[in-house]
C-alpha cells in the first residue's frame, strides 16, 4: 500500500476537484485506482477522507454529493501523479542584461511556477517560456510544474547573476620613464575576478587575484599605455594611464672647446662644450682632463652637473705640455655620449718679447747687397726660440733656430720692403715686428 498517495489524495480534498467514481475500477478484494481523472462538472467535495481501510469515494452527480463507503485492502495508484520536474534550458549567467527569458520542457498539461507564482499557465504544450526581471547579483529562481491536480513536481533551481556594475578602475604602480630599456613590467592593483586590458587588447586574463603584472614592449618615443579592468561581463572600468618614453639614441657627442693654443696659467684649465638629445635631454655632463686625448691621468671623470663649461683650478700643470679635456653627457633615459675631446691646450708661461733687431726700422741700402738682419729675443718661462722672416710677407726664411738672416737683396726691386721678424716660443707664443728697408739701385762706381 502506498501510503503516500493516499495522503496525497487527502491533500485533494483541500482542492477544488471533482472525482468521478467511473474513473476507477475496482474489485472487492483488492481496489485499483487505475486512472485518477478529474471530470468537469458542478460539486464540491469538503472533506473527503481516504483512510487505507475505509475509503469515501465521492461523486457528484447533479449537483450533489453521492458517496460511498468502500473498505479497501490496497489502493494501487498505477498513474504517476507528480509531473516530471521541468527542464531548464541552459540560462545567461552572468549577465549584464536585466531581463531573461527561461525556457524548457514540461509535461504536457502542466503549468509553470517560478518562486511560487504561475508563470506558465497550464496548456497543453511541453515548451514552455517565461521572460524574468533581474536584480543586481543573484537571482535564483526555483522552478516546479504542477498538474491539473495541482500536484507539484520536484523543483529545479537557476541562478541567474546580473552584473551591470563596471569594475573599480586599476592601479598601476610608477613606471620607469625615460627609459632607455625597450621591455618594461608594469605592475598595479585590481578588483578580483577582473582581466586587464592595455590600449584594447587582453593582457591578463581574468583572474581572482587584486594584483596584476604585465612584461609590455615597447617602441622608440612616448607609449602611453590605456589600462582598463574588465570583469566578467566585460564591464570596462574607467582607464588608467600612463606614459613610457623610451630613448635608446644617446645624446650627441660634446662639441668641447678649450681657451686656445696655450694658456699662461699653469693652475687651472677651463673648457666650455655643447651636446643635446631631442628626446629626453641632458642630465648629467663629466668631464676629465689629462695630457693626452682622451687620458684621464690629471683629473679623473668629475660631474659637474649641467654646467656647460668648467674651470678646473687647483692645477700644477707643466710648461710645454698639452692637455686635453674629455666631456661625456647622459640623457634622460641614462644613456652616456660618446667622449668629447678638446683639441688640447698648452701651458705656456710667457710669449717671447723681441728686445731689438738690428738694422733697425727704416733701414735703406743698396739693391744686390746683402743686408744681415740679427734678432735679440727673449722669453722668460725659458723656451728656446725660433726665427722666420718675411718680405712683403712672402716667407723667404722659414722657422730656424739662427736669429740672423742674410737677405740676398738682389733681385728684389728697388724701393720700400717691409721685413717681418717673427719669434716663435714654439709652444703658440708669437712675438713679430716689421722693419721697412729700403732699397735703392746702386749707383755706378765712380770712374777711377
Ligand atoms: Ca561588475
Ligand atoms: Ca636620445
Ligand atoms: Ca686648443
Ligand atoms: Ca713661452
Redesign the pocket.
Known amino acids: 500500500m502506498n501510503f503516500n498517495r493516499l495522503v496525497f489524495i487527502i491533500a485533494l480534498g483541500m482542492l477544488l476537484f471533482l472525482f468521478s467514481v467511473s474513473a476507477y475500477s475496482y474489485n472487492s478484494a483488492n481496489y485499483t485506482l487505475t486512472n485518477p481523472k478529474i471530470v468537469t462538472g458542478g460539486g464540491k467535495v469538503n472533506s473527503p477522507n481516504y483512510f487505507l481501510d475505509d475509503v469515501t469515494i465521492g461523486k457528484f452527480l447533479s449537483g450533489k454529493i453521492q458517496s460511498q463507503n468502500y473498505t479497501l485492502d490496497a489502493i494501487n495508484i498505477d498513474t504517476q501523479l507528480k509531473p516530471n520536474t521541468p527542464i531548464i534550458n541552459s540560462v545567461t549567467t552572468p549577465t549584464n542584461i536585466s531581463t531573461q527569458a527561461i525556457s524548457g520542457t514540461k509535461d504536457a498539461d502542466t503549468s509553470i511556477y517560478i518562486n511560487g507564482y504561475e508563470a506558465v499557465p497550464l496548456d497543453a504544450n511541453t515548451a514552455w517560456s517565461y521572460g524574468v526581471s533581474l536584480t543586481e547579483g543573484n537571482n535564483y529562481f526555483i522552478i516546479t510544474s504542477r498538474n491539473i491536480e495541482g500536484i507539484e513536481s520536484d523543483s529545479v533551481t537557476v541562478n541567474i547573476i546580473l552584473d551591470t556594475t563596471s569594475p573599480a578602475v586599476p592601479t598601476i604602480n610608477p613606471v620607469t620613464s625615460p627609459t632607455n630599456t625597450s621591455t618594461q613590467i608594469i605592475s598595479g592593483t585590481k578588483e578580483a575576478d577582473t582581466s586587464i586590458w592595455i590600449n584594447g587588447i587582453e593582457r591578463v586574463p581574468i583572474n581572482s587575484s587584486s594584483l596584476w603584472l604585465v612584461n609590455i614592449s615597447l617602441a622608440e618615443g612616448n607609449n602611453i599605455l590605456n589600462i582598463t579592468a574588465k570583469d566578467a561581463l566585460l564591464n570596462e572600468s574607467q582607464i588608467t594611464q600612463a606614459n613610457i618614453l623610451l630613448d635608446t639614441s644617446a645624446p650627441g657627442t660634446p662639441q668641447v672647446?678649450?681657451?686656445?693654443?696655450y694658456t699662461t696659467d699653469s693652475s687651472q684649465l677651463h673648457a666650455s662644450w655643447a651636446s643635446s638629445d631631442p628626446e629626453t635631454g641632458i642630465t648629467e655632463y663629466q668631464y676629465a682632463i689629462g695630457t693626452s686625448p682622451g687620458a684621464i691621468d690629471i683629473v679623473d671623470w668629475l660631474s659637474c652637473g649641467l654646467s656647460i663649461d668648467i674651470t678646473h683650478t687647483g692645477l700644477n700643470l707643466s710648461q710645454g705640455q698639452s692637455y686635453f679635456i674629455s666631456v661625456k653627457a647622459k640623457n634622460g633615459a641614462g644613456d652616456w655620449s660618446n667622449v668629447g675631446l678638446?683639441?688640447?691646450?698648452k701651458i705656456n708661461q710667457s710669449t717671447p718679447a723681441i728686445i731689438n733687431i738690428q738694422p733697425p726700422n727704416a733701414t735703406a741700402g743698396y739693391r744686390d747687397d746683402t743686408i744681415n738682419f740679427s734678432v735679440n729675443a727673449s722669453d722668460s718661462d725659458g723656451d728656446s726660440l725660433l726665427y722666420q722672416f718675411s718680405i712683403d710677407t712672402q716667407i723667404i726664411q722659414p722657422w730656424q733656430a739662427s736669429p740672423d738672416f742674410n737677405w740676398q737683396t738682389s733681385g728684389t726691386n728697388p724701393g720700400i720692403h717691409a721685413i717681418r721678424v717673427e719669434v716663435s716660443d714654439n709652444n703658440g707664443g708669437i712675438a713679430a715686428q716689421d722693419i721697412d728697408t729700403c732699397l735703392f739701385r746702386k749707383p755706378p762706381a765712380l770712374p777711377n
Do not use: C, P, R, V
Request: no cysteine.
Open positions: 672647446t678649450d681657451d686656445g693654443i678638446s683639441d688640447g691646450i
